[in-house]
């Protein structure tokens, strides 16, 4: 069975020939039925290679086929066949909910019993079928972001592209979210995700693409990229960094035996270890935080992860 997306070489550079490569040599596939995450932190280039996949803009160099059409040949057929959910669209305040479906709807160039039909399955799926006669202005933002799933689903596409549809929205919009993606990926289509949080790529995906400056730097099921890393396990200390004396923590923190990674993030008061042998090192970890002057708060040990690959394979954290 040929990919639903398959995408060989790509390249964006803007503003050539003098520009950076936002995205470089990018390529990988997602089959039919799959749900994968591209995975990366700010600036990875995310929304770029959607942004290419959607026939939005232009590749500098690669190619792109979507259920074998070329994004660049043949953009129409392309269109009919995938869904697109970006952060924001224009939606009309003062109309509501099914108003505004109607009006995309027609967009797309669906009409009548059809449509009318389209819309009810979509608002389902949404979890907005009570609010379909509400207008959007009195919509929350979680509220706002599934019309757009909505919206990208009314046209019946066979591969469906979320844009970290759950950046700045509540706890229950972002379960609601994902829920909708899990059922909708039941139903046979095909989803690309992407996001820069790693529980989610890990709850979703069949397979994850980790981003990073532009280049995919590992592909594969969750499983196979947490081998990748082997036995390692994380150890993060929660610190209080007004009693913290960071510099020499981490200095006689790196020089430990068996210690391979160490990061810290001020933002969460988080000290992370990256290590083989935590059972062995734990004490000495612990002393060496009290002796240069960084009281611990408390200690968590997580076995190997997506947060773990990311750091084996950039020496940083995801949230950088
Ligand atoms: N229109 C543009 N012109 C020039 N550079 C751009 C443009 N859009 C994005 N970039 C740059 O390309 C790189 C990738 O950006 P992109 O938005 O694709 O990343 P991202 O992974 O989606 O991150 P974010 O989550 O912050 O949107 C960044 O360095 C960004 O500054």
Redesign the pocket.
């Known amino acids: 069975m040929s990919p639903i997306v398959q995408v060989e070489h790509l390249g964006k550079q803007?503003?050539a020939p003098n520009?950076?490569m936002?995205v470089k040599d990018v390529s990988f596939e997602i089959q039919k039925g799959e749900i994968f995450s591209l995975l990366?932190p700010?600036?990875?280039?995310?929304?770029?290679t959607i942004s290419m996949l959607s026939c939005l803009l232009q590749p500098t160099s690669g190619t792109i086929l979507i259920d074998g059409h070329s994004v660049t040949k043949e953009p129409k057929q392309v269109k009919q066949v995938i869904g697109v959910v970006p952060q924001d669209i224009a939606l009309y305040p003062t109309m509501t909910a099914q108003e505004n479906l109607l009006f995309w709807g027609k967009m797309y160039g669906l009409s009548g019993k059809h449509l009318q039909d389209r819309i009810s399955k979509v608002l389902t799926i949404a979890d907005l079928a009570d609010r379909a006669n509400d207008k959007v202005e009195t919509f929350s933002g979680g509220m706002k972001r599934r019309i757009n799933i909505a919206v990208g689903l009314l046209h019946d596409p066979k591969v469906v592209y979320f844009d970290?549809p759950t950046v700045g929205i509540d706890p229950q919009s972002r379960r609601r979210i994902l829920d909708s993606i899990k059922q909708l990926n039941t139903h046979g289509i095909s989803v690309l995700y992407?996001t820069?949080y790693m529980e989610e790529a890990q709850e979703l995906s069949h397979k994850i693409g980790i981003i990073d400056h532009?280049e995919l730097i590992a592909v594969g099921s969750q499983e196979q990229l947490t081998q990748l890393v082997g036995q390692h396990d994380l150890v993060q200390f929660e610190i209080d960094p007004t009693a913290a004396n960071l510099d020499a923590t981490l200095s006689a923190l790196k020089v430990i035996n068996d210690v391979d990674q160490v990061t810290s993030s001020p933002e969460e008061n988080l000290i992370t270890v990256q290590t083989r042998n935590t059972n062995a090192i734990l004490p000495q970890l612990i002393s060496q935080m009290t002796e240069t002057g960084t009281p611990i708060k408390s200690l968590t040990i997580k076995a190997p992860n997506l947060e773990s690959v990311f750091l084996h394979l950039t020496g940083r954290a995801l949230r950088d």
């Open positions: 803007y503003n520009g950076p936002a990366g700010n600036g990875a280039g995310k929304t770029t970290e992407t820069h532009g």
